[in-house]
Each structure stands twice: as structure tokens, then as C-alpha cells.
């Protein structure tokens, strides 16, 4: 047997020495500790693809001399790891919250008396007494009496439970009423409360974010890199210098880093935390605000989520010849005023003051007989005797065959509807007391539960109920609010590998809801999962979009990804819809992004094949980072409508778009030299001048072509971008114009070029739809 289950003596408990022996060999009461390494964390962001990338564009600038830039690009990467610390911050804060509730007392068994002692020096074996008000200390099997317990930071349920002699009382739970003797039989991680704190800490999977910006860079890196050792090898061919094809190859490199990617990511992410923020959503983890634009899935806890977590009297039966208003008003007789006790305040709200009863005598509901008494007098100033409380324990009680048996039906019937069922007694004068009749108390459905999932589901949303709650309570619920999909077997939750189908768990355990989200994602569905309890944090934790309602536990919003300010779901909409607008816009930066380095890539190496020359010069190239990739960040900010249907930033079609749509725009490029070359006869050692003019313009022009899906004229800009792209036209023909830090071009080849920029996106916008259309970028019906 083990410690738990054979301590050396239950009359007096274990001894101080084989206590010590126990806690030396186990541990304490407690969740493991990790002590935060903030330079390792900070070291561990720094090296890895991209900031590789980021890293090898700051050392490439300073070699050039370009010092500012380098700071820029520094500022960046240290930001970009900050903020992947703070999140692993926060899950160490959501460890943080669990463990708090385990800093308490507990009065335990040693050597033959009773003695109170830290709750985390309790070892499985160890012998505890429960009182009223207190907090079960550790995972404990009842030796005897009994206890109401307030589970609510468990599991989120509103309603108390009864656990008496031979159930388990799970660490964390309140004791409400009643006292109790248990064994420990489970303590710190391996509890109940320690499993889900660990669970937290484990939970969580890599940033889809974080994925796409490495997919980005490796696409621009192997296409500009080999670039860059194409020209390398053809310049040897022909034999040019290594002073001639050095800054050719460092220009094609400085071409593919997307220096402001990530920071137009967390930009446009930060922009959309805001507006969320206004429609009463915080967002805590920057990437769930991209990953919310993909989700299709939403696991969604019952209790105060989809429910008001309040418990209601459904329905009052009464039996003959008793009457509704006699089992309502002996009800009441039976509940004390301004109790806590949700069951007692859901009669009190029902039926208020007993109408003409008196009360004389009350005796509280006692756990260990499961009913509490009244006596007194009803309307007619007869003496009653009323009990309320469990069926089955009034039935033996005031006799086994009250009533005839029809209790049994009744009670049956109205649990297999999901209600709880109270049963009430009434004695009048010298009769015996009989059962009169039963309440029915349901935690109803919110007003907008029903209204909120059929939208949800419109947004092409499926919404799933996961709940510790019974099958048929929670059945019930799913109904009423339009959840389909079945409820999952009991038999399939036992192997603890629930399958994805269904639309409704019941009484899953933590563990299983985390199994669960990660069943989901494995069938390739991005993840939502409400919640609000403690049972709920590791699921929160895993989904890519852990959602904690208004009235979670600390631990809950802590590990979740969004925080509702506002009671029910309802926000849940806004953030959806605002997270695909930041989709829409981030998407529109990638690929704008995408297509200015692959042209640039392009033209530089082809300008040395079709005209013998480079084109455009590292300072050049550094320029037009900072102008373009910066400037145009303003994309982030634009005007879009979000997408009708969940919209995945998948980095392929993104990728080939961009290839479609460069190759496009270096023919454009390349063309414009040449006519400035041949058909203005500019001197070559100008050509770096009309290069760096006709790739800004040409970027400025794929910049609002690429904003939309459809015709790029079918929204207004914002005017963010209308002024960003105004000052960059204005910088490139100003420095071009008066020949600063590169050769002066005439006012002809500037207008000409501008012109052709215009005609270019007109004709380029057409290819754009098509291709789309073939890569499913296609426009859609928004909202």
C-alpha cells in the first residue's frame, strides 16, 4: 500500500518523524518553482532565423558605415525579443496565481493531537480536519462527516457540492458548511489544483506568428541569396573587381531582410489590441490577435459563459393535495434570509417571504443529512413542519413510501432535463410529513447565448461546449443555445483521448479539455477556448486564442490570450471581426514587402546582365529600406473590411503572389531603365538615380494596389497612408531632383517615370486579381 493509504495509526496521526520523512521524500504541498533567468530568456530571442537576419542586416550596416540604421535595426531586435519574454512572463504569472491559493493553514493530526501548520508542509497519509469557511489544504478522502463545498475556483459552477464520507475534496475548494475529518491523499503537483497549475505551465504551442516571419525571411533569403551568388559568379565570369562586385552582392543581401516585418506585425497587432480594447477585449498576447483572423473552432466553458451562473427555480412541482404556492412558501420557510447559499438565494428570489407563514424554529441544511428544517405556522395559522433538500434523503426521512413513489419519478424526469432537483416536505399539525413536491433550479442560458453562437457560426465559427458539468445538464444547455454536434460518449472521454466531432463534452476533467484543444489542432482547426475557472487555465493556455470571461479566476486571465471586460461572449464578435481586419492589413504588408524585395533582387541582378552596370548602390539600398519598408508600415493602419470567413495566414500563397507580382513589377522596372537608358540617353552613371525614383514609385503604386483584394480602387485609404506615401514620392523626386547624395535627373525623365508609375498600376492591378483568384486570395464577401 502506499503512504496514503496506510498511515501507521488513524487514531493519532502520522508522527512528527515520519511526517518529516514523508515531506523529504515527496516535497512540499507546493508547485514547483522556476526562477526566472532573464539573460538566458533574453539570449535564447536572440538567436534563432530571424534575428539572424536582423542581426546580419545591423553588422552588413555598420560594415557600410551606415551607423543610424544599424541603431534602428539594433532597437528592433531588442524589442522584438522583450516582448517574447514578457509573454513567457505571463505564464509564469498564471503558475503564480495557482500558487497563491496554496499559501494557507491547515489543522492536521500529528503524534496524537491536533495542530495547525503551514499547508505546504502536509504529506500524503497525514490526517486533516475541515471546518466551516476554510480551504481544503490538499487532495483529501473523507474519514467522516461531511462537507458543502464552493468549488466555483475549480470549476466555475455556481452551485455547492455535498462530499461526504469515502469522496474525494479536492484541494482549493471552500467549505461552505459542515466539518469533516479526511486522509491526504494527494499533495502539490500531484493534486488536483497542482496538476492543473503544472498543466499551465506546459501548455502552450509555438507563435504562428513568429513561424510566418521565418518563412518570409527563408523564402527572401534563398531567392536574393541566390541572386547574390549568381551575379558573384557572373561578375568573375567577366572579370570585374572585387571592389565592383562586393557592393553588388552586400546590395542584393540588404535587399532580402525585411527589417520592419516584425515590427509591422506587432504594430498592426497593437494597433488592433486598441480598437478591441474601445469594444471591451484586452489583448494580452499580441499573436492571438492574428491567430482570432483564423479561428474556426470555439471551446466554450457552460458555467457563466453560456450560462448566467446563477442559479434559478425552472419550475415548481407540487403534489396532491398540495400546492404550488404551499411548496413554494414551505421552500421559503426552509431558507434563511440573506444566505450566500446559491440554492437558498434561488428559492428566496423565487418566492420571496413566505405569504402568511410564520417561522417559529429553522435548523440549517446540514451536508451530512442533506436537508435543512423549518417549523412554524402556514396562511391559516395551522402548525407546519417543512424540510427542503435532497429527494432521496427526505424520502427516508419522512418515510421511503411517501407520496406513493411518485417523487422518484418526478425527480428522475426533471434531472434528466439537466435541472437540479430540491425536494420539499410539508408536515401540518399532528400528520406525518410527506413530500409535497419538488423544485427544479437550472442555471439558465444567457439572453444573447442562442443570438451569439448563430453568429459565430455565420463568421464560420464552430462552437463547442466543454463542461465538468453533468451530460444531461449540459445537453440541455447545448439545445437551448443551438450547439450541435452530439454529445461526446462517456466511454470516449475515459481513454482520455476525447475525439474532435462533438459538439458537447460533459464531465471532462482539466486534463481532458487540454486533450482536447489539442486534438482540435492537430486536425489542422486554429483553436478558441473560453473559460473562467481554474480547471479552464490549461486549455487557455494551449488554445492559440484563450479567451477568460469578466468574471474569471485570476489564474484564468492569466493564462489566457483575451480578456473579456464585459459580461457573456457578446464582445467576442468585435474581437473576431478586428482581429481579421488586422489579418487583412498585416497580409497586405507581407506582401507588399515580398514583391519590393524580390523585384529589387531582380532588377539589380538583371541591370548587370542587360546593361552592364549596377544600378543601385548599398547607401542606395539603405535608403530605400528606411523609406519604403517603413514608411509603408502606414499599410498597417489602413481601411480594410474584415473577411466573411475565417482568413489563415498561410505563407505559400503569400510567397507565390509576391513572386507572381515582383516579376511583374521588375519588368516594369527594367523597362523604364532602358527608356531612360536608350530613349532619353541618360549618362550611365545616372542610372542609380532613376533605379532608386522608378523602385520607390513602382512601391508606392504596388502599395495601394496590394490593400485590396478586388480593384485597388474600391476603398478609400486611410489617411495615414495617403501622407506616408506622399512624403515618400516627395522625398524620392526632392533627392533625385536636386541630386542629393546621388546624380541630379532632369524634370522630363522624373515626370516621365512618375507617369508610367500611374499607368503601371492600373495594368498590373488587373494581373493582381488573377492572380489571386488562382491562390485563393480572391476578394470575398465582407462584413
Not at 489543522?107 to 495547525?116: A, F, I, L, M, Q
Request: aromatic share 4%; proline share 5%.
Amino acid at each position: 500500500m502506499s503512504d496514503a493509504e496506510a498511515p501507521p495509526d488513524l487514531g493519532s496521526g502520522l508522527t512528527a518523524a515520519e511526517a518529516a520523512l514523508r515531506l523529504a521524500r515527496s516535497g512540499p504541498n507546493t508547485m514547483a518553482e522556476e526562477q526566472p533567468q532573464p539573460l538566458r530568456a533574453l539570449a535564447r530571442r536572440l538567436w534563432a532565423p530571424v534575428p539572424w537576419m536582423l542581426e546580419a542586416t545591423m553588422l552588413l550596416q555598420l560594415a557600410i558605415g551606415e551607423f543610424l540604421s544599424a541603431g534602428v535595426v539594433g532597437g528592433l531586435l531588442v524589442f522584438n525579443a522583450a516582448l517574447g519574454t514578457v509573454q513567457e512572463q505571463r505564464t509564469q504569472a498564471a503558475v503564480t496565481a495557482l500558487r497563491r491559493r496554496l499559501a494557507i493553514t491547515a489543522t492536521v493530526r500529528r503524534d496524537g493531537s491536533w495542530r495547525v501548520i503551514a499547508a505546504r508542509d502536509l504529506v500524503e497519509g497525514d490526517i486533516v480536519r475541515l471546518g466551516l469557511g476554510g480551504i481544503v489544504p490538499a487532495d483529501l478522502r473523507l474519514l467522516a462527516g461531511a462537507v458543502s463545498l464552493d468549488q466555483s475556483a475549480l470549476t466555475g459552477e455556481s452551485l455547492t457540492v455535498e462530499v461526504d464520507t469515502g469522496r474525494i475534496a479536492y484541494s482549493g475548494a471552500l467549505v461552505r458548511a459542515g466539518e469533516a475529518v479526511g486522509l491526504t491523499v494527494a499533495t502539490g503537483p500531484r493534486s488536483f489544483f497542482g496538476r492543473t497549475a503544472e498543466l499551465v505551465r506546459t501548455a502552450g504551442g509555438p507563435s504562428r506568428q513568429e513561424a510566418e516571419v521565418a518563412t518570409v525571411t527563408r523564402a527572401l533569403a534563398l531567392a536574393n541569396g541566390g541572386l547574390a551568388i549568381a551575379v558573384v559568379g557572373y561578375g568573375h565570369a567577366v572579370g570585374m573587381g572585387l571592389g565592383a562586385i562586393a557592393p553588388l552582392a552586400v546590395t542584393i543581401l540588404l535587399a532580402a531582410i525585411p527589417v520592419a516585418l516584425p515590427a509591422a506585425f506587432t504594430l498592426a497587432a497593437a494597433l488592433g489590441a486598441l480598437a478591441a480594447a474601445r469594444n471591451g477585449v484586452l489583448i494580452a498576447r499580441f499573436s492571438a490577435i492574428h491567430d482570432a483572423a483564423g479561428m474556426d473552432v470555439l471551446c466554450s466553458d457552460k458555467t457563466g459563459t453560456l450560462t448566467q451562473n446563477r442559479a434559478t427555480v425552472a419550475s415548481a412541482e407540487a403534489f396532491a393535495p398540495f400546492t404550488t404556492a404551499d411548496i413554494l412558501a414551505a421552500a421559503a420557510l426552509a431558507s434563511p434570509e440573506g444566505s450566500s447559499d446559491p440554492v437558498d438565494q434561488a428559492v428566496m428570489t423565487a418566492t420571496g417571504a413566505a405569504p402568511g407563514w410564520a417561522r417559529t424554529r429553522f435548523t440549517p441544511f446540514d451536508p451530512a443529512r442533506k436537508y435543512a428544517t423549518g417549523a412554524g405556522t402556514d396562511a391559516a395559522g395551522l402548525p407546519v413542519r417543512v424540510f427542503k433538500g435532497a429527494p432521496a434523503a427526505l424520502a427516508a426521512a419522512v418515510g421511503e413510501a411517501s407520496n406513493g413513489g411518485v417523487w422518484q419519478a418526478r425527480a428522475a424526469a426533471l434531472a434528466g432535463l439537466g435541472h437540479r432537483v430540491i425536494a420539499v416536505a410539508i408536515g401540518r399539525g399532528e400528520a406525518p410529513a410527506r413530500i409535497a413536491g419538488m423544485l427544479a433550479l437550472s442555471d439558465p442560458p444567457r439572453a444573447d447565448s442562442a443570438a451569439l453562437i448563430a453568429e459565430l457560426g455565420r463568421l464560420g465559427i464552430r462552437t463547442v461546449m466543454v463542461t465538468g458539468d453533468a451530460a444531461a445538464t449540459a445537453t440541455a444547455v447545448a439545445e437551448a443555445v443551438g450547439i450541435s454536434g452530439g454529445l461526446c460518449p462517456e466511454a470516449a472521454l475515459a481513454d482520455h483521448r476525447p475525439p474532435p466531432g462533438y459538439g458537447v463534452y460533459a464531465g471532462v476533467f482539466p486534463e481532458d479539455k487540454l486533450r482536447l484543444v489539442r486534438a482540435l489542432q492537430a486536425e489542422g482547426h486554429i483553436v478558441g477556448m473560453c473559460g473562467d475557472g481554474v480547471n479552464d487555465a490549461p486549455a487557455l493556455r494551449q488554445a492559440e486564442v484563450g479567451i477568460a470571461v469578466a468574471s474569471a479566476t485570476d489564474a484564468a486571465k492569466s493564462a489566457a490570450a483575451l480578456v473579456l471586460t464585459n459580461p457573456g461572449l457578446r464582445d467576442i464578435l468585435a474581437a473576431v471581426r478586428e482581429s481579421r481586419r488586422v489579418q487583412r492589413r498585416a497580409g497586405a504588408y507581407a506582401l507588399s514587402t515580398l514583391l519590393k524585395k524580390f523585384e529589387m533582387g531582380l532588377v539589380i541582378a538583371a541591370a548587370l546582365l542587360l546593361f552592364g552596370q549596377a544600378v543601385m548602390t548599398p547607401l542606395l539600398m539603405v535608403l530605400l529600406l528606411v523609406s519604403n519598408d517603413f514608411l509603408t508600415m502606414a499599410l498597417v493602419a489602413d481601411h480594410v473590411r474584415p473577411a466573411a470567413l475565417p482568413e489563415r495566414s498561410a505563407p505559400r500563397p503569400y510567397v507565390l503572389a509576391a513572386l507572381g507580382l515582383g516579376l511583374a513589377k521588375a519588368v516594369f522596372s527594367l523597362v523604364v531603365l532602358w527608356a531612360g537608358l536608350r530613349g532619353f540617353a541618360i549618362a550611365p552613371a545616372t542610372a542609380p538615380s532613376l533605379a532608386f525614383l522608378v523602385l520607390t514609385l513602382g512601391s508606392q503604386a504596388s502599395a495601394f494596389m496590394v490593400r485590396e483584394r478586388g480593384p485597388f480602387w474600391a476603398s478609400r485609404p486611410a489617411p495615414a497612408l495617403l501622407v506616408a506615401a506622399a512624403v515618400n514620392i516627395a522625398l524620392a523626386i526632392a533627392l533625385t531632383a536636386t541630386g542629393v547624395l546621388m546624380p541630379r535627373l532632369g524634370p522630363a525623365v522624373i515626370a516621365a517615370t512618375a507617369a508610367a508609375a500611374s499607368l503601371f498600376i492600373l495594368l498590373a492591378d488587373r494581373w493582381k486579381r488573377l492572380l489571386f483568384g488562382w491562390l485563393g486570395l480572391g476578394a470575398d464577401s465582407d462584413q
